[in-house]
């Protein structure tokens, strides 16, 4: 009964093909061979976004590190929600790739900026010359850490407010798939469409062993990143291997349908924990469940083997209600759910 | 009439004959030279710390970020209050030293950490593993950005919090002086004696040109500080006339002569606020004066052509009463201290 | 017909054997799985290194520039071969990763460090104050660029050389496998027991689909390493899939067998070149041959749809003789070398 | 009898005159003040370039450094000389600053770069594709490490070189009065006239306690330069003291008669070299002197007291010849020359 994280799950059957498949004899490495030539391609169909220059790296920490690093000048002011995963959970490498920018952590409900305080934000950042450093650009997360999600507008008021300070906005796309299945849009809606200029694409959390999407939708956004990407340690000889996981997730949708059955399962366990009780702290909008439980309930769950974090404290033990954070991954067992559902129930 | 800040200010006459004295014939450069090894003497003796590593820089920024580097890796997590100036001010130069240390900005009262909020804060920070990065340091800064100033007591506080987890503690000391000069302590008892690790002494803002003192108190800390300081561009070749502006600040008790002078004519302009019916948003302890004043006075002054910052919104001309920041230096002129305070008296 | 490079070719099925074997539900994430352990322990097993701290990385990149960061500072001096992979093809990572420390290339005949050049080397470094940085590191690459190999003499005479200076000493083992294969040595005897501190054992060219580990034989030189590696975005969130790779190569010997397979197609496209009226550039001791043969024998090699790089100078390309290199890798198809070597037989 | 370098030395009157004059009370600080105005325009005026972007730094490491990371991104290829002062002498600060660019050296007599040398360089690292790193900039040093200038026709052979490949030039100026006064041309023809695109005019050896300028002659290469010289500290807030340097230098044209005086010094000595005996290594066309001289006369140089460095290798003591260098400043004593140069004569 593991719901401690989505990255503690498998690669999906359809990723492990595609990695045998392209495990045939002889190909050029460093990108020069048809299997990432073919998944690059797919990426951009999914996308609806033919122009975009797509690259692939294995980590999402390295995806979202490497854009605010294309993004970013050394002096540059990032915005972001102050729980953001490159605030909170990077190791700053974010700060790392791009020799210092500063993130400017911004407070939101339910782990989504709000336009008004961005905007109010790039205002102060725009007025404190040198002593701040400048303006850069806006990140946000879909699905966000506290799983709920943007919708295409929530994202266009975002991108407006950047773009008319003159900054790109990036996505970090962890659970981008949650995010877009929950919302039933096209990807190309809630991301270029809306204003973003640069996307991460998380394969990993969705059902690859471990890789994630760059996309630059304006490839004049993209000018050296394979130099970045290279210098970084994040190019693989045997590319091949990165693309064809990303290349069986975007082939028939699988994508969505996997982030369809995490969502799915993520909902069962949240309607347990009304039933029990329980109180959700974030609508429950991608495949994670933010929730305080009775202790009780917690102990009875702990007792059971189930596995998840206290959230935001790890040391919340002995609280009454417990806070906690429940994931759910697309191949997380019916049966763990269920069990995990009845105890939640009460 | 300006009172926009102390740096707007001239250096001292002891510090230009200091120059001049230092300017005759040939001496090794780099530090080599017998005016160095003079004030870095004089820097051990005024902190009664006879094992103590001086070395001098130019710019307060370069001091700071230069202990940040030695003190903290680049995954390293440096605590502060969210108004220090290497939060707010230095361009990002701390993460740009240190490749990518992040700053882990801290409220409290009046510009001053206080020791349960730190405490729990390294807490966290502890608990985080890889993804939160590795807690490396506390910075305070010391009088603070808001003229307040901490006690050898308030010092000890933080000490104690910081060296129990291992971490050490830098005091930013820009206007060093004007806090000492306000406690009427030794430097030693507010520094290395309440356990201090490493101070930036000030003193640009203090009546010199150009330059500051880093001290470290412990020898060990300050290990290879030399190539770090060399590899960042801040090694005189002509050491001798960094030197000779420090040892003319630290003969003769002139450092403290000189921040009396300061704090003083804040004293007087303090005063004049409350008189005026303005409000003193700290205590003035140091040679700034954060108040509010009514419109009509902010407009007579700056009819009058004084020169200030609204604080800490330069966009918050138009407001009633108006936010304000008024700094004093040694040379503030009296005839100006007076003409602004009868302004402010109304 | 390619001879491109190692990396051209695929994963062993043992590999994806492993991989398939690793993914089965539900694992922490992070390297804290069982497969990391047991491949970790496997790693330690091979170097009859029971102390020693192993970690996986994807690429070879990562691996060397994130040990030149862990073992040298942003002053420090790194001495190797001017033929180096890490001056000549990494994209400038080590300099990246540790922030600017200086690669201080020396020359040697067949890719490899003469213990008197280095030794030269280093005693000018060491005189050279801050101006030079300091001396931090050396490292040499086994199997070396030039197909060379080190012999457990060799090693020891270097390590000899720079542990009297108290540097330590990197072996960058891209090809380790080739090397020891060749060597017919253990890879205890060439790597710790003569002296190398951190060892980078490479998977990638070996068999495996992107894993190399990192292997500091002295825990103390480890210290902290697991930060560096999350900061640069080279922590894998479902680790076990890099281990499993290194794991299976670890695995009855299957890494020496490999490596031996391909040594052995290198002796007979060597055999080949000389029988041919070729020359060979440098003594073919691992899997890579650099020679040079007739233009009218490229000609036909290239007719015949071979592929490989000419070398050094990729832009030799009407030169008679032509310099070429030829690369094997443990499944360059049998059929393939031996139309190569018929050709080039004449 | 200090011939060890002109950094050695003092500054001239005139400047402590001008540092006088500019200490007069208040003046905005970080470069808003008229001192800066005015020392700007002065430089534009020399360099007779209307539209170039002036700063002031302390220090040659910081301007050539910052140069560099304005000039070349974090993967690029810096082309220098392998004696080049960036290579040699800065502590590795340009990788520093730019975060990892490389330093490719070339050889050439004299510390001049030739065309051919640099051209062919150019091209193999246009044809190295990720692996190399991409070329980002050319620098050169006039006067050169090895007290030789370029014409100005050797700086356009040079630069348009560099331009063909779209590469910018960069002239580390730190003796660039030296080169100027002994070519006999104006600054503008061996700088902008000629092909450069950034000038690091130094001061410091001239005959300023501390002070350099760099200079971009179009400013559209200027772009956020000011956001990179904060970040590392070296905007000065009493930034008036940098400018009066300059300004007093620039005046009446100091600088030239500074530099007429100190090479006039270095010809006598090399006089004196030739004359007893010794051997000059390069034609001495600046301020600095490199010779072999019989081991008797530097026994009796140093018997009498005289300082100066062996050179290129400072442990060249017992050789016999010496190789040695002299260098001369503004106001290296004229006795103290007499008495070298009749030790010299024999």
Redesign the interface.
């Known amino acids: 009964m ?1 719901f ?2 989505d ?5 999906h059957p359809a990723v ?1 093909a595609a ?2 498949r392209a ?8 990108g020069a061979d048809p299997v990432t030539a073919e998944a690059e391609a797919a990426m951009r169909d999914l996308l609806d976004a033919p122009d975009a220059v797509v690259r692939f ?7 979202n ?2 854009v605010c690093a294309q993004l970013s ?3 540059g002011r990032i915005y972001c929600h102050e729980d953001a995963h490159i605030e ?6 974010p ?3 791009s ?5 400017m952590t911004l407070p939101g409900s339910g782990g989504k900026l709000l336009p008004a305080v961005l905007s109010n934000a790039i205002r ?1 950042g725009a ?2 010359g ?5 303006n850069a650009m806006v990140s946000i997360t879909n699905a966000t850490e506290w799983g709920t999600v943007y919708t295409a507008d929530d994202v266009a008021a975002l991108a407006s407010v950047a773009h008319e300070a003159g900054l790109p906005l990036h996505m970090d796309g962890a659970r981008f798939a949650n995010a877009v299945a929950s919302l039933g849009c096209s990807a190309a809606d809630v991301t270029w469409r809306a204003g973003v200029d640069a996307l991460c694409f998380g394969g ?2 969705n059902g690859a ?2 890789a994630e999407a760059v996309i630059f939708f304006d490839p004049a956004r993209a000018e ?1 990143f ?3 990407r ?9 590319s091949r ?2 693309a064809a996981q990303m290349l069986a997730l975007a082939s028939d949708g699988l994508w969505l349908t996997l982030a369809d059955a995490a969502n799915a399962k993520a909902r069962t366990l949240a309607a347990a924990v009304e039933a029990g009780g329980g109180q959700l702290l974030q609508p429950v909008q991608s495949n994670a469940v933010f929730a305080t439980v009775p202790a009780e309930t917690h102990a009875r769950a702990r007792a059971a083997g189930a ?1 998840y974090h206290l959230w935001p ?3 919340a033990e002995g609280m009454d209600p417990v806070p906690l954070r429940l994931v759910c ?1 697309w ?3 019916d049966e763990d759910v269920e069990a995990l559902a009845a105890i939640l129930r009460g």
Chains 1, 2, 3, 4 share one sequence.
Not at 7 to 11: C, P, T
Not at 23 to 30: D, V
Not at 99 to 103: C, I, N, V
Not at 130 to 134: A, E
């Open positions: 593991n401690a994280s990255n503690a799950y498998a690669a492990m990695l045998a495990n045939s004899g002889a190909m050029m490495g460093y790296v294995a980590t999402g920490t390295a995806a590190a490497l000048p050394a002096f909170t959970s990077e190791c700053a490498a700060e790392f790739f020799h210092g920018a500063k993130l102060i007025g404190g040198l002593n701040g450093g400048r990993t959390k062993m471990a050296a394979d130099y970045r290279k210098q970084s340690g994040h190019v693989f000889s045997k291997f990165l596995v404290d790890k040391s991954a191949d997380s067992p």
